[in-house]
Every structure is written in C-alpha cells, then in structure tokens.
C-alpha cells in the first residue's frame, strides 16, 4: 500500500486517543492509528448507509396497503416551517 504525506492539524483530544491506541498496542505508531481509524470510520459509514438502504428498499416493496399513515403534510413540516420562518424574520439568515 503506498503512503501519501500529508501534513494535518489534531485537537488535543484526537492526538491523545491517537497516541492512546499506539500505547495500547492496536496501532506500531499515530500515522498507522489515524489511517486505521479513518478506515474504520469509513467502514463503519458504509455499513450504516448499507442498512438504510435496505430498510428504504424493504419499506418501499411494502404493499399500499400497508403503509402507516404520516399525517397531514403541514404536521410533518410545520416545525420546520416555524423556525423557517422565525429565522427570516429576524432576517439573521440563521
């Protein structure tokens, strides 16, 4: 596997979780921990995106039939809509 330098910033916290799991063992130094967790994270992102995906698929093969129903549509995005419209009228843009 090749090796790309590149030169990064860490909150104390990270660099200290990083030099944790070099302590620990699970990682020879802080580059191998910091691209071992990235992979993890990432890993770990897939496998969550994978389960909605299937959920939503799962879902939509549902017949009409069984469907739950939501509501009216202003309940579903009435809140929403409020802090839309609070955040225009302070004209924040926040």
Same mark, same amino acid.
């Given at each position: 596997?090749?090796?790309?330098?590149?030169?990064?910033?860490?909150?104390?916290?990270?660099?200290?979780?990083?030099?944790? !799991?070099?302590?620990?063992?699970?990682? #020879?130094?802080?580059?191998?921990?910091?691209?071992?967790?990235?992979?993890?994270?990432?890993?770990?992102?897939?496998?969550?995106?994978? !389960?909605?995906?299937?959920?939503?698929?799962?879902?939509?093969?549902? #017949?009409?039939?069984?469907?739950? #129903?939501?509501?009216?549509?202003?309940?579903?995005?009435?809140?929403?809509?409020?802090?839309?419209?609070?955040?225009?009228?302070?004209?924040?843009?926040?």
């Amino acid at each position: 596997m090749s090796a790309r330098k590149q030169s990064v910033s860490f909150s104390e916290a990270a660099y200290t979780f990083a030099e944790d !799991l070099v302590r620990s063992g699970e990682y #020879p130094n802080v580059s191998a921990a910091v691209s071992g967790e990235l992979v993890r994270a990432r890993a770990a992102r897939e496998a969550e995106r994978a !389960l909605l995906e299937a959920e939503v698929a799962r879902r939509l093969a549902l #017949p009409v039939e069984e469907w739950a #129903p939501l509501g009216e549509a202003d309940r579903l995005t009435g809140a929403a809509r409020a802090r839309l419209a609070a955040t225009r009228d302070r004209g924040d843009g926040e």
